[in-house]
């Protein structure tokens, strides 16, 4: 199994561009969550896919979107890139729990690095 | 709006010792929480989840204690080693599906 792939691993972009971040889930998992973490700091959850919607946002601007495939592997895209966008950028994916408070274990990827120069 | 604290300066200890880490949050009463150990580059890896109906769970050296009243949670690691040496994070549900994170806590283990 091998477990949460991100690709790339690194990234350099310019500002006013547009970046796509691609993830694919461990097997089996359904759920795809992705979080932005500057450094020194924890991960900040910008959003999560399940069966194909986002059905949650954190405090993202709409610069940041995302998207789930069929077959559970999620892409997040940045638009109009800032230098504040340089970060490290996790996909967590998970399985579908019964219900909120059941506490499901994510699993991280090793992330992509954002550089905005 | 919720928030995570944890021991913003690194935690510096000799290998064989217990090391603490401490998370305390504010305005919210979730149903679990979790640790997670991150290396640096990476991403992060579940160690414990604990339940509010849970005082304490234990995997082999580790340790977590839950207190919903003084709103705390404490992470030991016992008979440290340097491989424990790595940023802990603290992380709560918030409702719905999101999960939000502390700024983890250096831990460094001397040998």
């Known amino acids: 199994d091998a477990g949460v792939t991100q690709s790339p691993t690194h990234l350099i972009k310019t500002r006013g561009q547009q970046v796509t971040l691609r993830c694919s889930p461990k097997s089996g998992h359904d759920t795809v969550s992705w979080y932005q973490q500057a450094l020194g700091q924890g991960p900040q959850f910008i959003f999560q896919y399940y069966e194909e919607e986002e059905r949650q946002r954190g405090n993202f601007p709409d610069r940041f979107s995302g998207h789930q495939f069929p077959n559970y592997s999620s892409e997040l895209n940045v638009n109009a890139l800032l230098l504040g966008d340089s970060a490290l950028y996790l996909c967590?994916?998970?399985?579908?729990?019964?219900?909120?408070?059941?506490?499901?274990?994510?699993?991280f990827g090793q992330g992509t690095r954002l550089t905005v120069v | 709006s919720q928030k995570i604290e944890q021991n913003s300066e690194a935690l510096n200890i000799q290998e064989g010792k217990t090391a603490t880490l401490t998370c305390n949050y504010t305005n919210y009463s979730p149903a679990y929480l979790q640790w997670y150990r991150q290396d640096p580059g990476r991403g992060p890896v579940f160690l414990l989840l604990?339940?509010?109906?849970?005082k304490e769970k234990r995997k082999e050296r580790l340790k977590v204690t839950f207190d919903t009243t003084l709103k705390q949670s404490l992470f030991h690691i016992t008979a440290s080693q340097p491989a424990d040496s790595a940023t802990y994070l603290c992380?709560?549900?918030?409702?719905?599906?999101?999960?939000?994170f502390g700024a983890g806590t250096r831990l460094f283990v001397k040998a």
């Open positions: 992380a709560l549900p918030t409702g719905g599906f999101k999960t939000i």
């Open positions: 967590a994916s998970s399985l579908e729990s019964v219900g909120y408070g059941s506490g499901t274990e994510a699993f």
């Open positions: 604990i339940r509010e109906n849970e």
